[in-house]
């Protein structure tokens, strides 16, 4: 178990300037054998590996990453947390995650900054409009606190909106989810680690899985670049590398990769405190707590394995966000990145099982998956822990794909599509 973080624990340790922290988590080599191991240090990845120690037992885990762990999607995403999907399905998943979010930075006596500010999805045509209205009576129904708010109400939310009615894309209105926010990114990845590393799981730097070895039709371990590691129990959860990662085992993934771009401008004055997600124009907005605006758009027209931003995005985010928010014209940019997100035909994840026995996956978050890394870890592990899919992530299994039962959230991804 780690030592706590705490007031007393910051005071003890400045006594001795600051020199004898604990390690927030161990760097093992890998043991020869796990009772399971799991492919990918993202936030998922994390997750799984906590939710697995904590609550089925399973101490004797690995986690092989084969970067640094919270440098994939995770560490370059903007943050964006709500449940505002459609279906059923969707609005369960995600909505467990946001409220386990809620809790999160107690749960693993770490701040991960969850900022309950709001999130605002702009209405600005018509169509939009009915879209959202329609999401927001299927939201209500299923218990979530959202409404739909008028333009006035926006310009009041968010005061450096441009509410011109003669504007090319007016706003017409806007679904609000008031507990939807934003947390800190890498914190959520740090403090999975630490926690899963508090109940003795291996987070194995450093080591790229280069194949699945199979016995027959069941797993028997990975070659990794530290060597061959035994194993019962695989699960992959690489993101936009999942479907190489599986090829290695003879499973085909329904997913492309894509590169999702964003940036963030250089720091100013607090000018806006919620969310703003303008999927008309295709961009999204937020500042954070250093006051840089966080800005994204759409995913690249085509598959990519780059982690780089590029100056067509940037300038098409950028225009496309300027006419609704005057401001930004006159900000320089500070930086921009990109990372490689996997998408499924129905924009909805992929958690379960596989054919193969002892091999699981949870991939095809796509442009959404920062929100839903609570949910998808405590869902995932429950899964892995019983080998048998946990009943919110059941609709989510591959054999939907053979099955024809799509999760249609094009729409509600927002920035997916
Ligand atoms: P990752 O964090 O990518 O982790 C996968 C890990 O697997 C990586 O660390 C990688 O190095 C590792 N790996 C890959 N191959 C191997 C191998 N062979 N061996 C070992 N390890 C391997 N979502 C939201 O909800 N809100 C947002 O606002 C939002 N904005 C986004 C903005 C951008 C620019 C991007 C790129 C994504 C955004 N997302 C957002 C999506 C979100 O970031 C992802 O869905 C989520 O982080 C996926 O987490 P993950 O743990 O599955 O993947
Ligand atoms: O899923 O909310 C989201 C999102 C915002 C930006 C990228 N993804």
Redesign the pocket.
Known sequence: MKSRYSIFSIARNAMNYHKDWERAWRSPEPKAEYDAVI?????????TAYYLARNHKLANIAV???????????????????SNYLQDASIAIYELSRSLYEELSRELNFNVMFSPRGVMMLCQTEHELRAFRRTAHANRLAGLDCRMITPAEVKQIAPIINDDRNCRYPILGAYYQPRGG?GR?DAV?WGYARGADGYGVDIIQN????AIRRESDRVAGLE?SKGFISTKKIAV??????S??LQTAGVRMPIESL????LVSEPIKPVLDCVVMANTVHG?ISQSDKGELVI?GGTDPYNNYSQRGSFPALEHTVRALVETFPIISRLRLLRM??????MTGDRSPIIGKTDIEGLYV??G?????????PG?GFVFADTIANDRPHPIAEPFGLNRFLEGRLIDESVAAA?AH
């Open positions: 492919v990918g240090a993202g936030g998922h990845g994390l997750a092989v990453e084969k970067g640094w762990l919270g440098g994939g999607n995770t560490g370059r995403n903007t943050t964006i947390i709500r934003t990114h990845a080591c790229e899985v280069t990794t959860v690489a993101a936009g590398h999942v190489t990662i590169c999702l771009q964003a999204y994204g990145w990109g990372g490689i997100v996997d949870n991939c978050w796509g442009t959404g998956g920062f929100k839903s890394i998808s920035v």
